[in-house]
């Protein structure tokens, strides 16, 4: 959780009203994007010398937005990247973990805000200027419209009154944890007041819906969100298992094999078909998890030592993951045959540890008592879950109320179905409400979807 001290630098929020400028009207407000290197220098001495946080370094895609009246700056509001994870943002929204990952980028953080002129009112006007315009002005940028916006306060210091009267939400304090480097969870000093702000009335319904508007497509990020899967003691059995690998390297060993097999073995388990994405797998590894599976801080690591206990832990370096070369070196003179073997051994040893296969399957119990949709462990039969229905063709309803309880958990499982529950509805619920992948079946009764199936298959054969 990024929970860094954010709040708007306007002191006139603190103390009493005497001695403060009168009410005034104010003219109309202008928000321009500061582009140049000349203007984004003078905003950074603008910060470092009237705002208390000083200047901020832009995290992800960034803007920095000059509120002007009568062409004199009056205020000036800078967004980054969102946190990563926030429990109470997650939960506002109603994303699960896999769409956060996905749709981060629709969250913008407002990291800084200094306001110039200290006329009452002026910050929380200036404010809702700075949002009106931010989502065209973001698009224009980056090209993808932003759907909410978050800030911090520090409720020791600042009591948020600007962003109140603008219209953002409180949603309570944060833990006091911040991320940095790998580690997304290191201990801070102080908790945080965390407020939101929908850019559209209804930005949440677009945040949740099963595909984005054209607006907010390219802010999406596909490739993100597949969890590991894997408990500490399954990584490290894998890891000790890949030590029978011959190591076909003879000089320039820095790193040793196991952990780099390791580390594109857990991105075939999540689903990984290219290098590439088996490499992004392994950068989300937490610096626990690289411990876990041997990887040390090399010699990078020791200009990278953690200060005051922040980062890897107080007197621990960083761990990096190995670079791509590394990874395509290895997986270039590596024997295919010797890993297959051992990686095969292995899932059949941990096949119960491994993430769950389920089949959903519909049954008719005579025409005049209903039909039951069953969900059951592909490898035994067993049952562990069940909807019924009395309607005639009421599977399909039934199938999702059942995907759609609390209690049915399919994090990481693969669920099979044959053609009856080819639907998108379902393949939503299974992949972007629960967290799960599915394999259905399709048939002649949907031309469309099976002709574009067996034209995809073609182009691109299956499990290359």
Not at 221 to 228: A, E, H, I, T
Not at 322 to 328: I, K, L, N
Not at 379 to 408: C, F
């Amino acid at each position: 959780m990024n929970s860094a001290d954010l709040d708007f630098a306007g002191s006139a929020t603190r103390g009493s009203t005497e001695g403060k400028a009168p009410l005034r009207a104010f003219e109309r407000f202008d928000c321009v994007v500061v582009e140049g290197e000349e203007a984004q220098q003078e905003v950074r001495e603008w910060m470092e010398a009237e705002h208390w946080l000083k200047s901020f370094r832009p995290v992800g895609h960034s803007l920095v937005q000059m509120i002007k009246e009568k062409g004199q700056a009056v205020a000036v509001v800078q967004w980054s990247a969102c946190a990563y994870h926030l429990k109470d943002r997650e939960q506002w929204i109603g994303w699960n973990a896999m769409q956060c990952a996905q749709r981060r980028k629709l969250v913008v953080n407002n990291v800084r805000y200094l306001v110039r002129d200290r006329s009452p009112n002026l910050a929380s006007k200036a404010l809702a200027k700075a949002v009106e315009s931010l989502a065209g002005q973001w698009r224009e940028k980056y090209g993808y419209e932003p759907l909410v916006a978050e800030t911090f306060t520090d409720p020791a210091t600042h009591q948020g009154t600007c962003y109140k009267a603008a219209g953002w939400t409180p949603l309570g304090l944060t833990k006091g944890s911040r991320r940095h480097r790998a580690e997304f969870y290191v201990p801070g000093q102080s908790r945080k007041l965390l407020w939101v702000k929908a850019l559209r009335p209804d930005a949440r319904e677009l945040l949740c819906a099963r595909e984005l508007a054209p607006p907010q497509a390219a802010g999406e990020d596909p490739g993100r969100g597949c969890p590991l899967g894997l408990r500490v003691a399954e990584m490290q059995s894998l890891t000790e298992a890949l030590r029978d690998v011959p190591d076909p390297r003879r000089h320039n060993r820095c790193v040793y094999l196991a952990p780099i097999l390791s580390c594109l073995c857990f991105g075939m388990l999540c689903g990984a078909t290219n290098l590439n994405a088996m490499v992004r797998q392994a950068h989300r590894l937490s610096q626990a998890q690289r411990r876990e599976i041997g990887l040390r801080a090399g010699q990078g690591g020791k200009r990278r030592r953690a200060q005051s206990g922040v980062g890897a832990g107080k007197g621990r370096r960083f761990i990096p993951i190995p670079s791509y070369e590394t990874f395509r070196r290895v997986l270039a003179s590596i024997d295919l045959e010797a890993l297959a073997a051992v990686l095969s051994q292995w899932l059949s040893a941990h096949r119960s540890a491994l993430p769950a296969h389920y089949a959903l399957d519909g049954k008719t119990i005579r025409k005049t008592l209903g039909h039951i949709v069953t969900l059951c462990d592909a490898e035994n039969g067993v049952p562990v879950a069940v909807a019924a229905t009395t309607q005639l063709g009421g599977e399909q309803e039934a199938s999702r109320r059942l995907l759609r309880r609390e209690s049915t958990v399919l994090l990481n499982a693969t669920v099979t179905a044959d053609a009856l529950f080819a639907n998108p509805e379902n393949a939503h619920l299974i992949c972007s409400e629960k967290g799960g992948d599915y394999l259905i079946s399709l048939k002649d009764n949907q031309p469309k979807l099976a002709a574009a199936a067996a034209e995809t298959l073609e182009a691109a054969p299956f499990l290359t």
